[in-house]
């Protein structure tokens, strides 16, 4: 599997990552030890978990794993922290990071996490105090690297700024929500990304399952999928995504997929790995057969036509004001470039 660095100086991955939020929730620890296992095996190096999933149950299935096959030195172990704070405490503040952080090395059984990403905003929190602490628990060895999650571009480079003025560790990468249903990063967060030099890790690749083709138009999902158990699950809900939109962009990944005798997933994941700035992408899995599926893609290289076809159908539009004005004094391939839309208006 090829691999690639985080940023200029965060650890070198393999460019598609092990998503870990549904161990211990809707894969149980023998499955999960199988998709681990089943992950190495294709030459994945990074995992992704976060104290959240699974009420730390995640980190707990991942420390036993590691402990088995007798150390993670071979491999990037990610997790993150923010929304498991201790009573009293806001997530990103340095009381709460501090517990968190080392709750997490407990559940891991490892010495040092390799890349912590702070899993969203808090708003209570001055961003200084939080990059302080990280700061800190690098000179303590407790991890190597950081990143965040979950944030609008004036949040990253609010971030990115008090880094660099306070003399703080730097992000390596920003992991947002990105996949041809959703390019909403790509009018700030992925430009100011861009700017600083942060890697992109995206979640969600496959939008919760629409970019497999498994859902239709007309029947709401039933069954033992993400959607099947819950229809209005957050962002990728039924009613939220079932739109014309949504539809076109399937019609055409299906085209693009049949035109190389591949499913659509592999198209969406494709299209995905060849987007400015992302560096390596989370896989979500219930089970060792959906993983599979998935690392299948990896070696898939669409051309210029098709990626060009995925973008334009898939592309927002962006609001009159103020990137339509930007038009009249500003140079417009920073559009044409992230493929957000032909010109802004």
């Not at 952080?101 to 059984?109: K, M, N, P, T, Y």
């Not at 609008?152 to 990468?173: D, N």
């Not at 083709?213 to 959607?227: F, H, I, N, Q, V």
């Not at 060009?308 to 609001?319: E, F, G, H, N, Y």
Request: aromatic share 6%; charged share 20%.
């Amino acid at each position: 599997m090829p691999t690639v660095g985080l940023g200029a100086s965060g650890p070198i991955v393999s460019r598609l990552a092990l998503g870990t939020m549904t161990f211990g929730v809707e894969t149980d620890e023998r499955d999960a030890h199988r998709q681990l296992d089943t992950f190495v095996a294709a030459g994945g190096t990074f995992v992704d978990t976060a104290d959240v999933y699974g009420a730390g149950d995640s980190e707990r299935i991942i420390g036993r794993w590691i402990e088995r096959r007798g150390g993670a030195d071979d491999l990037i172990i990610a997790t993150k922290g923010r929304f498991a704070p201790p009573a009293g405490s806001h997530g990103a503040s340095r009381r709460s990071l501090r517990r968190s952080v080392d709750a997490s090395l407990h559940r891991l059984g490892v010495e040092a996490i390799d890349l912590y990403v702070v899993h969203g905003w808090d708003e209570h929190t001055p961003v200084a105090e939080t990059l302080g602490t990280l700061t800190s628990l690098v000179r303590d060895g407790k991890i190597h690297a950081i990143g965040w999650s979950n944030v609008t571009g004036w949040q990253l480079q609010q971030i990115v700024t008090t880094a660099t003025l306070g003399g703080h560790i730097s992000p390596v990468t920003v992991q947002p929500q990105y996949n041809l249903l959703d390019r909403g990063i790509e009018i700030e967060v992925m430009p100011c990304a861009l700017d600083a030099g942060l890697a992109i890790t995206p979640w969600s690749p496959l939008g919760g399952g629409w970019l497999t083709g498994k859902y239709e138009r007309t029947r709401r999902p039933t069954g033992a999928t993400r959607l099947g158990d819950d229809p209005d699950r957050g962002v990728e809900a039924y009613d939220l995504r079932n739109t014309d939109r949504t539809w076109r962009i399937i019609d055409e990944a299906t085209a693009v997929a049949a035109e190389h005798g591949r499913p659509a997933s592999h198209v969406a994941l494709a299209w995905l790995l060849a987007r400015p700035g992302v560096a390596s992408v989370l896989l979500g899995a219930r089970t060792v057969e959906q993983l599979d599926d998935n690392l299948a893609a990896v070696d898939l290289v669409l051309d210029a036509t098709q990626l060009d076809r995925l973008t334009r159908v898939s592309a927002i539009d962006l609001p009159p004001y103020p990137y339509g004005m930007i038009e009249d004094f500003c140079d417009v391939d920073v559009w044409q470039r992230l493929g957000t839309t032909d010109t802004p208006t």
